[in-house]
């Protein structure tokens, strides 16, 4: 059994370095190689690199694939990987030293199997809880941590490259493997941390991932109109009427004011970034939607 990970990244060099740390210090682990698609970079990420295939005693390979597209970056990493699996972990995580040991225990099994576990959003690397019941998730396919042989992969074509901005390629993904006849397991030993410092993560960057990942859900949707699919993307009456309510477009506004307000407490702004976020999303989908249709 032999791994492939595979880390598609973009103008994130700090990141990837620690990344990749963390894979240095993996122990019990299977054979490895780790693939790093460079998405278009233009700061030190092909330097960090180079110095981590000069360093490491696993084989680390880049790959440049110039047009932003997380898609189309993950698909040269399935290409030319080596490995029986490929591991998708992103840029931006630090993995425990039994993490890629997890993931080969739970790729034991003779049914295709797409293995995730438990992601651990934290402020800084120098946070590291152990994960709980409440780290719990039913996706069945995210590229912040899975594994899957690559050979079912292949069969279903990979990732669809039309998804071009943030947001969706990997449940879409996800949902062919499904229909395949590739089954779920959830490793709890298969956790990572996944970094999130308040600096990084302010409400405009988010807010831009937000609406991107908006028009793609209209995209998944135009692809596939099935219960699950509106389910998951909240294109469905109730979840509107829902946000209608509690997000009407006049408080939009207010409540970005109010998330990031110094004079608010802690917990009213994190509620208030919530409900923006929340009615932001809403509001982009039903455009999206409405342009589709039109």
């Known amino acids: 059994m032999s791994f492939s990970v595979v880390i598609a990244t973009r103008n994130r060099a700090d990141f990837l370095r620690c990344a990749l740390e963390s894979l240095e210090a993996q122990a019990g682990a299977p054979p490895f190689e780790a693939i790093v698609v460079d998405n278009g970079s233009t700061d030190a990420t092909a330097q960090v690199v180079r110095e981590a295939a000069a360093r490491c005693r696993f084989e680390v390979r880049a790959l440049t ?3 932003p597209n997380r898609s189309a970056a993950r698909n040269a990493g399935i290409e030319t990987a080596r490995g029986e699996f490929i591991l998708f972990a992103d840029d931006d995580v630090w993995l425990p030293p039994a993490f890629l040991a997890a993931h080969a225990a739970a790729q034991s099994m003779q049914t295709p199997v797409a293995v995730s576990g438990p992601i651990l959003n934290v402020a800084g690397y120098d946070v590291r809880p152990k994960p709980s019941p409440l780290n ?4 069945f396919f995210c590229t912040c941590n899975v594994s899957i042989a690559r050979t079912a992969l292949l069969a279903v074509g990979g990732f669809d490259e039309t998804f071009n901005l943030y947001g969706w390629e990997d449940t879409e993904l996800g949902l062919r493997l499904r229909r395949s ?15 999130k410092p308040p600096r990084v993560e302010t409400l405009e960057s988010v807010l831009a991932k937000t609406v991107e990942r908006a028009e793609m859900a209209a995209r998944f949707l135009r692809k596939d109109t099935s219960l699950r699919t509106k389910l998951a993307t909240g294109a469905y009456g109730f979840n509107f009427a829902r946000s209608s309510l509690l997000v009407p477009g006049w408080a939009i506004e207010r409540y970005r004011r109010l998330a990031t307000s110094a004079r608010a407490p802690a917990f009213v702004r994190a509620i208030a970034r919530a409900q923006f976020l929340d009615g932001s999303y809403t509001a982009a989908l039903r455009r999206a939607l409405a342009e589709r249709a039109s």
């Open 65 to 67: 694939v110039p047009e």
């Open 136 to 139: 719990y998730s039913g996706a």
């Open 181 to 195: 006849g590739v089954q779920r397991a959830f490793a709890w030993d298969a956790y990572l941390w996944h970094i």
